[in-house]
């Protein structure tokens, strides 16, 4: 009897200029399947520099570049369809967990008439897998169906980025599918920033509510600069308008897994707590010795971070 | 606009530390707070500010679950929904199931918007609405902090990685929301006795032709590995000789 591989399809999210370091990610995840077969598809308006950048992450097989004016944006009405017109023949298909991925994937999945198995943090079998529930307080083994395509988001924190040694082949296929106009980019509103990204910075430090201003922040940022790390925020600062949410890091923002996380002025809440639990060592300082943030640091300092935080960018920076 | 579709899912409130049983069959219900999933309030409660902007002029609230659900739908009538609709399921659904559910209520009632929270603070998924707005055929604008209406289409702002995205949708359309749309109302009381007049119509996932899915096979639930507390240093000069111990500065 002959085994059927895996043949998966990664779809890569890009900003129109580079692949999102996601997609790297997603390969890894598929890398877990054995013997799998991996294809990246890259839809853009014209793709020729992303398709080549998606050819040289390593253990890809092939990649399909499908070039389309309704692609300029990437918004997931228009995607999923597409997405479904290539599905044919792949055993899985994997988009990061992302906000693209999470936008764009349960709408593939409905298309083809499955559940989405969310979140992907570990792979047990071909159709088994391991995800967080209950903001990571539980996780929870599933197994989709085996005659079904599987369709999964990943999580990017649970893996490292495959290498960029490869020079697989480039498809150039046509879009065969009816593209919706129901739903339009209007704008997108970045904080632009030199700093190194939240979601892939090896160090990042992340100010709370004891900041109690978006001026006081500055203190985070020098520190931040000092250490060549990405700024994060728990939710309170962000509610607090504070910072804008693209920094905030938890159940509902990124969640991210640097090798170094310095918590400032943050208490802890699960909800944070979730987002930094794939760190490598992770600092607390805070004035409440008692704030739950210390039961899972490596490392605390119990005092005022307006005295602190500037001592140690000073000692850092010497 | 007429009618807005509210989904208000029960769930364990957000303030539970969740327990994973020993049997490894799922965590720990009993006993256990139970409350409308804070996404779905402030689901509900955007609804409301939009009927009270006079954009819209019914807002009706359903739940997919237990007959356990009432309490969450009637909280939802008090907080100002006009009526509710549960569809009984006693065990589970999955995702796709819920969103053929979603879909048949849409085909009998033909609102203008359905309005669902981004995720489930159970089970995670984040996957309803989009599912939903495929089978619908129909728009979808998720993580939204902020929607406008215009005539036959809106705009809805969306929290996504980068920063704030802006897109254009046709309505009917799929609107799930983040956490900084709105701030939900509390319920005052006159509220909870005027909600008990409100009517609440209980269905079946047959009247509605509906037929589970199978949907992913749960094996098993188990702890997630704790940190476990770590040092604490006196000051400054300790914190940086504890991170260059650890070759991080």
């Known amino acids: 009897m002959s085994k059927v591989l895996p043949k998966v399809l990664v779809i890569a999210e890009h900003d129109g200029t580079s692949i999102n370091p996601s997609t790297a990610k997603c390969v890894a995840c598929a890398g877990g399947l054995d013997e799998a077969e991996i294809h990246v598809v890259v839809f853009s308006d014209s793709g020729d520099e992303l398709a080549a950048a998606a ?64 979140d992907v943090m570990s792979i047990e079998g071909s159709h088994r897998f391991k995800r967080p529930v209950y903001a990571g307080n539980a996780i929870l083994t599933v197994e989709a169906p085996g005659d079904r395509p599987v369709v999964a988001t990943v999580r990017s924190a649970s893996y490292q980025a495959v290498g960029n040694d490869n020079d697989a082949p480039v498809d150039k296929i046509p879009v065969e599918a009816a593209i919706p106009e129901h739903t339009r980019f209007v704008a997108l509103k970045t904080g632009k920033s030199d700093r190194p990204d939240l979601q892939t910075a090896s160090t990042v430090v992340s100010g709370g509510r004891a900041l109690g201003g978006a001026e006081n922040f500055d203190i985070i940022f020098k520190l931040a600069d000092a250490l060549g790390a990405a700024v994060g925020a728990s939710r309170a600062a962000v509610d607090a308008g504070y910072v804008p949410n693209e920094m905030q890091v938890g159940q509902t923002g990124k969640i991210i897994a640097p090798d170094l996380y310095i918590a400032v002025g943050i208490s802890g809440a699960i909800q944070h707590l979730t987002g930094i639990k794939d760190a490598g060592t992770i600092v607390a300082i805070n004035k409440d010795a008692e704030a739950p943030i210390f039961e899972i640091a490596d490392i605390g300092l119990v005092g005022d971070l307006f005295t602190i935080v500037p001592e140690l960018a000073e000692a850092l920076r010497k | 606009m007429e009618k807005i579709l509210v989904g208000l899912k029960r769930v364990v409130d957000f303030n539970v530390r969740v327990r994973v049983k020993s049997d490894g069959s799922g965590v720990e219900t009993d006993g256990v707070k139970m409350s409308i999933n804070p996404f779905d309030e402030i689901a509900l409660e955007e609804a409301l ?46 995702q796709l199931t819920i969103s053929r559910v979603f879909l048949a209520l849409v085909d009998r009632e033909k609102p203008d918007l359905v309005l669902l929270g981004k995720q489930a603070i159970d089970n995670d998924n984040n996957q309803t609405g989009q599912m939903l707005a495929a089978l619908w055929e129909r728009p979808q604008a998720t993580f939204a902090s902020k929607i406008e209406f215009s005539g036959s289409t809106a705009k809805a702002t969306r929290e996504v990685d980068a920063g704030l995205e802006t897109i254009e949708i046709d309505l009917p359309a799929v609107v799930t929301t983040d956490l900084r749309l709105n701030e939900p109302r509390y319920v005052k009381l006159p509220d909870i006795m005027k909600a008990k007049k409100k ?14 899915s199978g949907g992913l096979r749960e094996i098993s639930y188990e702890a997630p590995p704790q940190r476990s507390r770590g040092v604490i240093v006196n000051d400054v000069a300790g914190l940086i000789a504890a991170l260059n111990a650890k070759g991080l500065v």
């Open chain 2, 49 to 94: 500010r939009i009927r009270e902007r006079g954009e819209a002029t019914e807002i009706v609230a359903v739940s997919i679950g237990s007959s356990e659900a009432q309490q969450q739908l009637r909280t939802g009538l008090a907080m100002g929904a006009d009526r509710a609709i549960l569809v009984v399921a006693e065990s589970p659904l999955d």
């Open chain 1, 55 to 118: 050819a040289r992450l390593d253990s890809v097989g092939k990649v399909l570049q499908v070039d389309h004016a309704a692609s300029e944006h990437l918004l997931a009405a228009a995607l999923a369809p597409q997405v479904v017109a290539l599905s044919e023949g792949y055993s899985h298909i994997f988009g990061p967990s992302t906000t693209f991925g999470k936008d764009l994937m349960p709408r593939v999945a409905a298309l083809l008439n499955v559940n989405q198995v969310s």
């Open chain 2, 199 to 212: 009517p609440l119509d209980q269905i079946t996932l047959a009247e509605l032709g509906v037929e589970p």
